[in-house]
């Protein structure tokens, strides 16, 4: 037996008397950076609770559908199948049951409800679902009065097939009821109270790709009819913000409209800001590195809680989790998972914020799971807190605190650069924003940097142009150039470069004729018809001349690619491959040469495949003049004024292919149609020749795939 020292054995016993977590979290935490990657995060929120029927003290639930917590802090549980609405206090100790009702001296009963509301004054709004009509009950909780299907007194306004059968109920705070009614496409119904329809709010957008809007217009009446109908986004679920204004989820719908979650006003327009790269819409169905879950497609959002401040959480059914926003749509914190760990759910349905506290029902579980903040959660609400109070050095420091627990939280850097922005530090608020991606943050604090250097070096700045002006007016008027072109012709050093000697060195006089050669691309550019003539027939080009061009257009490239200014460069640098940017530009180059010589080969093209090179290595040359400039120049501009960049980078582009187009024409002697007709056969040729080039490697991939297994299974039995 080994022998262990007293020091050990102490240590041992301290070990096991530690108090070890009873439940730990089953699901992992993260947030979407800047390019949509899953990045992992400390744990927003952890359960602390689970609440079954019998620790009510009523028996199982069965069914549960919603969940709504009052302004006196009582929680009303909507237990569909049992037909009932359950109210607790904070602890969940049950107060009322409410199953039925007196009215007009007759007992009524709830048959299937599935939404409740509680309004600041304590009247309870219940939404009858099968029963088709909505109940109000007073603060006391006796009945009050019945709000029927509004279909029957405003037929107009519904098509006959419609049955009112609400899901979700809420009543602002000058009294306008708001339903939500499954099966219906036109938005949110808003009522008064005494159940007189006053419209519908937000309705969704339906639109059609220009592929079905296409096989539409072509179709005959009975392929209409068989075509499945588009229909627009239902709204699952909505809350009520203190302005009264309406935050409502959507499900995705026929269309995928990546609007699932909309803040609308008392006139149904949409206010949501959505300024993050991705727009609040839960999951934003990419692959990533953590493997988050096997479930894919949308997320179906069928809750929404609005929390102050104006953050707002959404609860995604399909995958268990909660997403939380702020007011500019950026994600705070995702959490929760489908499962049968702790904090995981089966089907949630329901989400409501009880102080700090998060409570989360779950339909087929029959239980409220109670989540509490851990300190990264607190520290991300009392930092936006304070932001929103204008206290930007507090909310600077709270940030700080959030980095240290989460080097890789991008948003943090963005608080801690609004602080700096607001403080007047632009050149620091310039360092956060990039840290944090936040490009809209980085535009405002160097513009702002921009105006303060323009001020402080006004003087000097215009000083220097008004010593420029003269210096340039003086030496026009003594023709300084004209005599400084007279003294170098008569310098021993021009006779020196013209001597005999240089003449006959074969690489000056290569090097020389090909600076010619280069030189006439510009004369190209400005005079397509002549210069492509000449390009052919006077042996103004050459091929080396080409290949520096192109050379040049592929640097050029790679250089706008990897080097444009931040808030315009949305790439990951770190994962720029610059093989493959190359080959970008150069394959269809060369794809354009073969092609096009295939098929004029055909069609009496009278020009050569060098012909077909030189020819469009010469078109490439705006390229070159336009993408180095404009790179440079997107330095010094803000997103706003990106449009002079991206409009610089248009004309480039679409010189190139006009010059691409036009050489075509020249060298092979068409018309105009037939040069039209010849660059686009083409581009189809091109996108023919990929599809097949990409079938090819597909079927060597599969033959090489299926000898290694066959491979592998000849082994094994041997």
């Given at each position: 037996?080994?022998?262990?020292?007293?020091?050990?054995?102490?240590?041992?016993?301290?070990?096991?008397?530690?108090?070890?977590?009873?439940?730990?979290?089953?699901?992992?935490?993260?947030?979407?950076?800047?390019?949509?990657?899953?990045?992992?995060?400390?744990?927003?929120?952890?359960?602390?609770?689970?609440?079954?029927?019998?620790?009510?003290?009523?028996?199982?639930?069965?069914?549960?559908?919603?969940?709504?917590?009052?302004?006196?802090?009582?929680?009303?549980?909507?237990?569909?199948?049992?037909?009932?609405?359950?109210?607790?206090?904070?602890?969940?100790?049950?107060?009322?049951?409410?199953?039925?009702f007196e009215r007009d001296g007759v007992i009524d009963r709830f048959n299937n409800p599935l939404g409740v509301f509680?309004?600041?004054?304590?009247?309870?709004?219940?939404?009858?679902?099968?029963?088709?009509?909505?109940?109000?009950?007073?603060?006391?909780?006796?009945?009050?009065?019945?709000?029927?299907?509004?279909?029957?007194?405003?037929?107009?306004?519904?098509?006959?097939?419609?049955?009112?059968?609400?899901?979700?109920?809420?009543?602002?705070?000058?009294?306008?009821?708001?339903?939500?009614?499954?099966?219906?496409?036109?938005?949110?119904?808003?009522?008064?109270?005494?159940?007189?329809?006053?419209?519908?709010?937000?309705?969704?957008?339906?639109?059609?790709?220009?592929?079905?809007?296409?096989?539409?217009?072509?179709?005959?009446?009975?392929?209409?009819?068989?075509?499945?109908?588009?229909?627009?986004?239902?709204?699952?679920?909505m809350d009520l913000d203190e302005f009264g204004f309406i935050y409502a989820t959507a499900f995705s719908g026929e269309?995928?409209?990546?609007?699932?979650?909309?803040?609308?006003?008392?006139?149904?327009?949409?206010?949501?800001?959505?300024?993050?790269?991705?727009?609040?819409?839960?999951?934003?169905?990419?692959?990533?590195?953590?493997?988050?879950?096997?479930?894919?497609?949308?997320?179906?959002?069928?809750?929404?809680?609005?929390?102050?401040?104006?953050?707002?959480?959404?609860?995604?059914?399909?995958?268990?989790?909660?997403?939380?926003?702020?007011d500019s749509g950026n994600l705070l914190y995702v959490f929760g998972g489908i499962g049968h760990g702790v904090g995981?759910?089966?089907?949630?349905?329901?989400?409501?914020?009880?102080?700090?506290?998060?409570?989360?029902?779950?339909?087929?579980?029959?239980?409220?799971?109670?989540?509490?903040?851990?300190?990264?959660?607190?520290?991300?609400?009392?930092?936006?807190?304070?932001?929103?109070?204008?206290?930007?050095?507090?909310?600077?420091?709270?940030?700080?605190?959030?980095?240290?627990?989460?080097?890789?939280?991008?948003?943090?850097?963005?608080?801690?650069?609004?602080?700096?922005?607001?403080?007047?530090?632009?050149?620091?608020?310039?360092?956060?924003?990039?840290?944090?991606?936040?490009?809209?943050?980085?535009?405002?604090?160097?513009?702002?940097?921009?105006?303060?250097?323009?001020?402080?070096?006004?003087?000097?700045?215009?000083?220097?142009?008004?010593?420029?002006?003269?210096?340039?007016?003086?030496?026009?008027?003594?023709?300084?150039?004209?005599?400084?072109?007279?003294?170098?012709?008569?310098?021993?050093?021009?006779?020196?470069?013209?001597?005999?000697?240089?003449?006959?060195?074969?690489?000056?006089?290569?090097?020389?004729?090909?600076?010619?050669?280069?030189?006439?691309?510009?004369?190209?550019?400005?005079?397509?018809?002549?210069?492509?003539?000449?390009?052919?027939?006077?042996?103004?080009?050459?091929?080396?001349?080409?290949?520096?061009?192109?050379?040049?257009?592929?640097?050029?490239?790679?250089?706008?690619?990897?080097?444009?200014?931040?808030?315009?460069?949305?790439?990951?640098?770190?994962?720029?491959?610059?093989?493959?940017?190359?080959?970008?530009?150069?394959?269809?180059?060369?794809?354009?040469?073969?092609?096009?010589?295939?098929?004029?080969?055909?069609?009496?093209?009278?020009?050569?495949?060098?012909?077909?090179?030189?020819?469009?290595?010469?078109?490439?040359?705006?390229?070159?003049?336009?993408?180095?400039?404009?790179?440079?120049?997107?330095?010094?501009?803000?997103?706003?004024?990106?449009?002079?960049?991206?409009?610089?980078?248009?004309?480039?582009?679409?010189?190139?292919?006009?010059?691409?187009?036009?050489?075509?024409?020249?060298?092979?002697?068409?018309?105009?149609?037939?040069?039209?007709?010849?660059?686009?056969?083409?581009?189809?040729?091109?996108?023919?020749?990929?599809?097949?080039?990409?079938?090819?490697?597909?079927?060597?991939?599969?033959?090489?795939?299926?000898?290694?297994?066959?491979?592998?299974?000849?082994?094994?039995?041997?």
């Amino acid at each position: 037996m080994r022998y262990r020292s007293p020091a050990v054995c102490c240590l041992i016993l301290l070990i096991l008397c530690l108090p070890l977590p009873v439940e730990a979290a089953s699901y992992k935490s993260y947030v979407f950076d800047a390019w949509g990657r899953a990045v992992p995060t400390p744990e927003p929120y952890e359960p602390v609770r689970i609440i079954y029927g019998p620790d009510l003290g009523i028996g199982e639930l069965r069914g549960p559908e919603d969940l709504f917590v009052a302004p006196d802090q009582t929680i009303y549980i909507v237990d569909t199948r049992n037909n009932q609405i359950v109210r607790t206090t904070s602890e969940f100790e049950v107060l009322d049951i409410y199953a039925e009702f007196e009215r007009d001296g007759v007992i009524d009963r709830f048959n299937n409800p599935l939404g409740v509301f509680v309004t600041d004054y304590g009247h309870m709004f219940v939404a009858d679902t099968n029963n088709g009509r909505i109940v109000r009950f007073d603060e006391n909780g006796k009945f009050v009065s019945i709000i029927e299907a509004p279909e029957k007194a405003y037929p107009e306004a519904f098509s006959e097939y419609f049955q009112f059968r609400p899901r979700k109920v809420a009543v602002d705070q000058v009294g306008r009821l708001y339903a939500v009614s499954a099966g219906l496409f036109d938005g949110i119904m808003e009522l008064d109270l005494e159940g007189n329809f006053h419209g519908f709010l937000g309705a969704p957008r339906v639109s059609l790709s220009l592929w079905e809007y296409f096989w539409a217009s072509i179709a005959t009446d009975e392929q209409r009819q068989r075509r499945r109908l588009v229909l627009p986004q239902e709204y699952s679920s909505m809350d009520l913000d203190e302005f009264g204004f309406i935050y409502a989820t959507a499900f995705s719908g026929e269309m995928e409209v990546q609007e699932f979650i909309r803040r609308l006003t008392p006139a149904g327009k949409d206010i949501l800001r959505r300024e993050w790269y991705s727009p609040p819409m839960g999951d934003i169905n990419v692959s990533d590195y953590m493997e988050l879950s096997e479930i894919t497609g949308l997320s179906v959002l069928v809750d929404i809680i609005y929390r102050g401040n104006g953050v707002y959480s959404v609860l995604d059914q399909r995958r268990g989790r909660i997403f939380t926003y702020d007011d500019s749509g950026n994600l705070l914190y995702v959490f929760g998972g489908i499962g049968h760990g702790v904090g995981l759910f089966v089907r949630p349905v329901a989400i409501e914020q009880l102080g700090d506290q998060l409570l989360v029902l779950d339909n087929r579980n029959n239980s409220i799971t109670v989540f509490e903040p851990t300190k990264y959660a607190l520290l991300i609400h009392e930092a936006i807190d304070q932001y929103e109070q204008g206290r930007y050095e507090a909310a600077a420091g709270l940030w700080h605190e959030v980095l240290k627990l989460n080097a890789n939280y991008e948003l943090a850097y963005s608080g801690v650069g609004d602080a700096h922005l607001r403080w007047g530090n632009y050149e620091t608020a310039m360092r956060c924003y990039k840290l944090g991606n936040d490009r809209r943050g980085y535009s405002k604090a160097f513009y702002a940097y921009r105006r303060q250097l323009a001020n402080d070096n006004f003087g000097t700045v215009m000083t220097s142009v008004v010593v420029l002006a003269a210096v340039i007016y003086l030496a026009a008027k003594i023709r300084l150039a004209d005599k400084l072109r007279r003294l170098y012709r008569n310098t021993q050093l021009a006779a020196a470069l013209a001597g005999p000697r240089i003449q006959r060195n074969r690489v000056w006089a290569f090097v020389k004729d090909t600076w010619q050669r280069l030189r006439y691309a510009g004369h190209v550019i400005f005079h397509p018809f002549d210069g492509f003539w000449d390009l052919k027939h006077e042996g103004r080009g050459s091929f080396i001349a080409a290949t520096v061009i192109l050379v040049l257009a592929l640097l050029a490239y790679v250089f706008m690619r990897q080097y444009t200014g931040f808030v315009l460069n949305y790439l990951r640098i770190e994962n720029l491959n610059i093989l493959i940017e190359i080959a970008s530009v150069l394959v269809p180059f060369i794809l354009w040469c073969v092609v096009n010589w295939a098929l004029t080969t055909l069609m009496d093209g009278k020009g050569k495949m060098i012909e077909i090179y030189i020819t469009g290595a010469y078109a490439l040359t705006p390229l070159i003049l336009v993408l180095i400039p404009v790179t440079v120049f997107s330095h010094y501009i803000t997103i706003e004024e990106g449009t002079f960049y991206y409009l610089a980078l248009g004309v480039g582009v679409a010189w190139a292919m006009a010059l691409l187009v036009l050489g075509t024409g020249v060298i092979h002697e068409y018309g105009l149609i037939k040069t039209l007709f010849t660059a686009a056969a083409t581009v189809v040729g091109i996108g023919i020749v990929l599809f097949i080039g990409l079938l090819f490697f597909d079927v060597v991939d599969r033959m090489y795939q299926f000898a290694q297994d066959l491979y592998i299974e000849i082994s094994f039995r041997l």
